[in-house]
């Protein structure tokens, strides 16, 4: 029995050995290392536009750009936050609402991105019947449109993430543009 007793210590020790090494590993591949940048292939121009935004946070103009940077990258999230956290007279701003409407449909949010699209097409509609046009320019405003009625065809076919269901969300661009309307004034 001296043996068979010799050999339970000795596999309880490989265990306990086998335990630590275990557990070492997972502790070294945890939060110890220096997590990896969002944006890896971040440009001297993006770094240069999230300076001038943290100088400078009420300049619309400067916003949309390092936004629209950020939709460029890939990284919708990025130009979610961007654009939530800005001042109100940022965040009221027709093209930052419509780069928020990118931002939402990028991220499989199609119901919410059609809520601001409408939003800003109507706000473009007003401007035009008052007179003003502060940043609805005709190409803002087809574009808006045309976003409009594309999700409004995705929703249609139940499609809120495009990126999740391609082949409806390509039925839903066909039958948006399927034809053209023009309208003379």
Same mark, same amino acid.
């Given at each position: ?10 596999? /309880? +020790?490989?265990?306990?050995? %086998?335990? =630590? @090494?275990?557990? *070492? $590993? ?7 290392? !220096? ?37 460029? /990258? +890939?990284?919708?999230?990025? %130009?979610? =936050? @961007?654009?939530? *956290? $800005? ?7 027709? !093209? ?90």
């Amino acid at each position: 029995m001296g043996s068979g007793v010799g050999r339970g210590i000795m596999k /309880a +020790r490989a265990c306990a050995v %086998a335990v =630590v @090494l275990g557990a *070492a $590993a997972l502790w070294v591949l945890s939060g110890t290392e !220096r997590s990896a940048a969002v944006l890896t292939s971040a440009t001297e121009s993006v770094r240069s536009l999230e300076a001038e935004v943290s100088s400078h946070p009420d300049r619309p103009e400067t916003t949309r750009r390092l936004a629209q940077a950020y939709l460029d /990258a +890939r990284q919708p999230g990025l %130009a979610l =936050v @961007l654009l939530d *956290a $800005a001042p109100v007279a940022v965040r009221q701003d027709v !093209r930052a609402q419509h780069l928020l409407a990118r931002a939402l449909l990028d991220q499989g949010r199609g119901d919410q991105a059609l809520d601001v699209e409408n939003g800003v097409v109507a706000t473009c509609r007003s401007l035009a019947d008052e007179g003003v046009e502060p940043g609805c320019d005709p190409v803002l405003f087809a574009s808006a449109v045309r976003r409009t009625s594309i999700l409004r065809e995705m929703i249609a076919l139940g499609v809120k993430d495009a990126l999740a269901h391609p082949e409806a969300s390509l039925v839903a661009y066909q039958n948006a543009t399927r034809e053209a309307r023009v309208h003379l004034e």
